[in-house]
Nanobody
């Protein structure tokens, strides 16, 4: 069973940058596709970005395309989300998860969820 732990969240002003990390244990990280989701208060969990196990194929939600970059370091069992140009509407609890199928964006296509890290963007 893969265990995921997110870190790197915080309070930041609009226009700023943060880098989130997701560290995996208990599995072969290099064999796993991965993804980031977020959930704002009162809203459903939404897809943010995904990366295949090759680390080359990446895909993004339209809302973050051009501002966020997903990456991974298989030697460190860690996935990252570099977030630039943050907006107040990016405020949410950010989760990482293991992709059960490639190039999917539904929560039902992901598993082994972490507990999340809070990102708050002030205006």
């Amino acid at each position: 069973q893969v265990r995921l732990v997110e870190s790197g969240g915080g309070l930041i002003q609009a226009g700023g940058s943060l880098r989130l990390s997701c560290t995996a244990s208990g599995g072969t990280f290099s064999n796993l596709g991965m993804g980031w989701f977020r959930q704002a208060p009162g809203k459903g969990r939404e897809f943010v970005a995904g990366i295949l196990r090759d680390g080359i194929n990446k895909y993004y939600a339209d809302a973050v395309k051009g501002r966020f970059t997903i990456s991974r370091d298989n030697a460190k069992n860690t996935m990252y989300l570099q977030m630039n140009g943050l907006k107040p509407e990016d405020t949410a609890l950010y989760y990482c998860a293991v992709a059960l199928r490639p190039f999917r964006t539904s929560t039902t296509d992901f598993g082994s969820w972490g507990r999340g890290t809070q990102v708050t963007v002030s205006s």
